[in-house]
Structure formats: C-alpha cells, structure tokens
C-alpha cells in the first residue's frame, strides 16, 4: 500500500493508476447487496424489484457522490436462513455498505442483526410488517406497512354501507397486521368482523372461502401477499363468491398490476386501499411506467418495482448528502427526512422511525382500454404508519 502511495505521487502514476484498474477503481465504488427472491414462489417480487434497480442505475447513470454504485445480486429464494447467510457474506466478504431488498417479513428480519452488528443500512424495499423497522436502527423502508393502507379501507367500508366483514389473510405478519389494524378500526366504527388466516406456504384457500361464504359477509377483506392473488381469486370464483355479491376489499397486494390479467374479469369492482397503481395519474408514473415497460419487454410496473425504484434513489441520495461517505451511521442519518416525488407520489422517509410516509389511494378495479387497472379515485395524503404512531402518543 504504502509503495503503491509513493509510486502513485511520481511521474508514473497516472499510467499505474490505469494499470491497477480495478483495485483503484473499487474504493471508488459502493457496493449494494441486493437480497431478493428470484426463484420459488415469490420470484415475481424479485424480478420486478431487480428490473426497478436496473432502470433506476441506467437512468441515472450509477454515480453518486462521487461512488459508483455496484449491484451485487443475491437470491434467497424466500429462505430466511439464506437471506441471513447472505446478508453475512456481503457484509463481510464483499464489504458492502448497503444491504437492499427482502422480499418477505422473514426475509427482512432475518438480516435485521447482521445490519446492526456491522453497521450497514438495510433498505427493505418489500417488506411489509410495521414493527420491521424496530428490528434494527438500520432499517430504512421504502415499500409500506400493512396497517397503513389497511386503517383507510375500514373507513371507507363504514362510509359505504358495508356492516359486516370477512376477513381472510395470510397466516403471518404482515397478514395478521391486516387483519389487526382494518378489524379494530371497523369494529370501533360499529362494524362485526369474522377472521380466518391462511397458512402462507401450500396455501388452499378453498376451505376458508367455504366458511366465508357460509357466513354471509357484506364484504370479503382479503391479504395475500404479492404474486399469489390470482391463486386466490380462482378458488374465489370456484366457491361462487362472485356471483353471491360479495364485494371484495383490502389492501391492494391481492389485486397486484403484475398479475391483474391473470386474475382477469372476476376482479372487475374490487376496492382496495393502496400506495401504489400502474394508472396513477401524474407525470413522473407515466415517464416510470414507458421506461419500465420498454426495458422489460412490456412488463407493468407493480408496488415492488416502484418501491425497489425509490430504494434505490433513496441511497443514491444519501451518498451524495454525504459526499461519497459510505460510514453507515452517516449514511442513514442523510436518509433521514428525505423527501422524493415518487411515481407513487411524494414520499417522506419519516426521520424519527426510518418509516415511509405516503399517500394511501382508494382504487377500484376497472376495464379501460381492454385492460384492467386499479383506477385511484380517492386521496388520503401522507399517511405515517399507524402502528408506530399510536406508540408514541
Ligand atoms: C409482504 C407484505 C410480502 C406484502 C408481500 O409480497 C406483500 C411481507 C411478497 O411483508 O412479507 O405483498
């Protein structure tokens, strides 16, 4: 080190500086460890977030602060004692100074200690429980929480007639924070609430359906977790839900815009509560949705993309806040309080819980053009996570 310094100052170093390519070139790097699922049942999460990373480095052409930002990608394939061991070895071997990604809660929470040992932000771009961000002091999130978009649905449900509710969700976290924070609400509201919960590996959701249809609900509230709503809405139509009248509602990650088509007619007056619509109506989602498209064959953006996107503009940010500082206390201090227009909308990452705010939409599931979409037509604006809210009073 110490010759390569002295070598470096004479008349040769700029040929030397060249010929050591890419030792020199790597200080100048920020290494990204981006830990997804790109294989098993989630995958869908993992392609849409990897092609949000791509399009926003190819964008925005990778440097910032001085770093260039490097992409290391990972696949857990939805396996918690991977994304651990992964997490470790980026961190370690690789000496990333970000870790990225976590398709599912387990996924995040499994990399939480690695991130508070070492010291590296952990930007979880899925993820979706609310206490995720209490895991670690690293944790920033760019995705949402559950009880955020699952509060506003039960006000909606009680301004429009509807009194009683089944709830069907996915048997963990994030599952049981939908079910929590729309029953409590509802309930408090004057609604009645029945819940079932679903296992989340294998799920058979007909069983469940059957007990829902037996109790003759007003409304169906449904969480499933992104790629599995239309193995979901097929039993749904099976047990002849559909054709009983029962109104479907829920967060929005049932109805997914990566899987709308599949899902098909069926999901046709859905209302669901959301952050995230491929139609939303501004200039910045329009710009996301034609280059996002055209990079990936025609593919919709859906609510990871967009979340994987802003991930990674919330790190490019924080290195240029700190000029190409990749100290991960300094690095999580500058994406405190960051502020972004987002294609979803405008985005805060909350700088007392590292949380993100937004904009919760009320959709409704729509046929335009030959194409269903889930067509925003209320705004509950900047919406923090109600968990962690409620904490603090
Ligand atoms: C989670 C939440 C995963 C919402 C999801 O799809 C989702 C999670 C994979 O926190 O595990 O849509």
Redesign the pocket.
């Known amino acids: 080190m110490a010759i390569r310094r002295q070598v470096l100052k004479g008349a040769l170093g700029l040929s030397l500086a060249a010929a050591l390519g890419s030792a020199a070139f790597a200080q100048d790097a920020a290494k990204v460890g981006l830990i997804l699922p790109m294989t098993g049942p ?1 995958a869908s ?1 993992g392609k849409q977030i990897d092609a949000a990373v791509k399009l926003f480095l190819a964008q925005n052409g990778a440097v910032f602060g001085g770093k260039k930002i490097e992409i290391i990608l990972k696949d857990d394939t939805g396996n918690a004692d991977t994304t651990r061991r992964l997490a470790q070895e980026l961190v370690v071997n690789d000496k990333v100074a970000v870790l990225a990604g976590f ?4 996924l ?1 929470l499994a990399a939480a200690q690695v991130a508070t040992q070492a010291k590296v932000p952990e930007v979880v771009m ?4 609310a206490t995720i961000t209490e895991a670690s002091p690293y944790i920033v999130r760019t995705s949402f929480t ?1 009880p955020q978009a699952s509060e506003p649905m039960a006000d909606w449900a009680l301004k429009n007639n509807i009194k009683k509710v089944f709830t069907v969700v996915t048997d ?3 599952g049981i924070d939908a079910e929590t924070s729309f029953a409590n609400k509802f309930k408090a509201g004057g609604g009645t609430v029945e819940s079932v919960r679903v296992p989340l590996r294998n799920p058979d959701f007909a069983p469940f359906l059957q007990r829902a249809s037996e109790a003759k609900p007003d409304a169906l509230f449904v969480f499933v ?3 599995i709503g239309a193995q979901f809405m097929k039993q749904f139509v099976e047990r002849g839900l559909d054709k009983a009248g029962v109104k479907l509602i829920g967060p929005g ?1 049932v109805v ?1 815009d990566d899987i709308l088509e599949s899902i098909g007619d069926v999901a046709i007056g859905a209302i669901t509560t959301h952050h995230y619509s491929v139609a939303h109506d501004s200039a910045a989602n329009k710009a996301f949705v034609t280059a996002f498209k055209a990079a990936n064959g025609g593919m919709r953006p859906n609510f ?1 993309a967009v979340a994987g996107y802003d991930g990674m503009r919330v790190i490019a940010e924080a290195l240029k806040k700190t000029n190409g500082n990749t100290d991960g206390d300094a690095l999580v201090a500058a994406m405190k309080g960051l502020s972004l227009e987002s294609p979803r909308g405008p985005i805060l990452i909350d700088p007392d819980t590292r949380d993100i705010v937004q904009n919760i939409y009320v959709r409704k599931t729509e046929k335009k053009d030959g194409e269903l979409f889930n067509v925003e037509f209320a705004i509950i604006p900047m919406v923090k996570d109600p968990v962690k809210a409620a904490k603090k009073q």
């Open positions: 989630f999460t398709g599912l809660t387990p995040a899925a993820a979706a429980t559950l963990y976290g994030p977790p992104s790629g990650d997914d990871m």
